[in-house]
C-alpha cells in the first residue's frame, strides 16, 4: 500500500482558527469532514488516516505553531516510512489571487516561515507544496494583521467551492501523480 503524507500547516488555537494563516488546518479539516474521519493528538500533530484506492493517506496537523512546523514533518514522514516525493505540504500563499491554487514540486519558502522550518529540517526545498492563495489585499505595513486576519463575508462565501477542488487535488495528488495533478490543477 502506497503511503501519501499530507501536511496541512497552521497555528492551534481557537484565536486562529479561521484565519487566512490556518488555510492548511482547514484544507485538511474539511476532507476530514467530507470523509468523516476525526483528528487525534498524537506526537507533535493531530493526525487523521484515510484509505482511497490502494492508497493511504496520513493527513497532519502539526501542533508545533507554523514556525517549527518541519519538527512534526520530519519525524512523521520517518516514522511511517513516507517517501519524500509522497509529502504534500499545504500551505497559504500572498502572491497568488485568492483561492487560487498551485501545485509545486520544489521551490523556495517565499518568505513563508513554515515552509522555512520544514526545508532546515529536511535540508531540501525538493518537496511538494500546495499554496492555496489567499491574495495580497492589504496596505503597507499590515501583512502580518492581514495573514492572521479572519476570511472577509465574500471570501468565506467563496471558500467552500475552493475547499472542494482543494480535496479533489489531494485525492490526485495520490491517485494520478504530481505531474498530472498540476497540469489539471495549477491556476484553476
Do not use: C
Not at 490502494?54 to 518541519?70: A, D, Q, V
Not at 499554496?131 to 495580497?136: L, N, Y
Not at 494583521?145 to 472577509?152: A, F, I, K, Q
Amino acid at each position: 500500500m502506497k503511503k501519501f503524507l499530507i501536511v496541512g500547516l497552521g497555528n492551534i488555537g481557537e484565536k486562529y482558527e479561521n484565519t487566512r494563516h490556518n488555510i492548511g488546518f482547514k484544507v485538511l479539516d474539511y476532507l476530514a469532514s467530507q470523509e468523516a474521519l476525526t483528528f487525534e493528538t498524537q506526537k507533535l500533530a493531530d493526525i487523521a488516516t484515510y484509505k482511497l484506492k490502494g492508497r493511504t493517506f496520513i493527513l497532519i496537523k502539526p501542533n508545533t505553531y507554523m514556525n517549527l512546523s518541519g519538527k512534526a514533518v520530519q519525524y512523521w514522514l520517518t516514522k511511517e516510512k513516507v517517501p519524500l516525493q509522497n509529502l504534500l505540504v499545504i500551505t497559504d500563499d500572498l502572491n497568488l489571487p485568492f483561492g487560487s491554487i498551485r501545485l509545486k514540486t520544489k521551490g523556495s519558502d517565499g518568505g513563508h516561515n513554515g515552509l522555512k522550518d520544514i526545508q532546515d529540517k529536511l535540508n531540501t526545498s525538493q518537496y511538494n507544496r500546495f499554496r492555496f492563495g489567499i491574495s495580497d489585499a492589504f496596505s503597507s505595513g499590515k501583512q502580518i494583521d492581514y495573514v492572521l486576519g479572519e476570511w472577509t463575508e465574500e471570501e468565506s462565501e467563496k471558500l467552500k467551492e475552493r475547499l472542494n477542488k482543494a480535496t479533489e487535488l489531494i485525492k490526485s495528488f495520490a491517485l494520478a501523480g504530481v505531474n498530472h495533478t498540476m497540469n489539471a490543477f495549477n491556476g484553476k
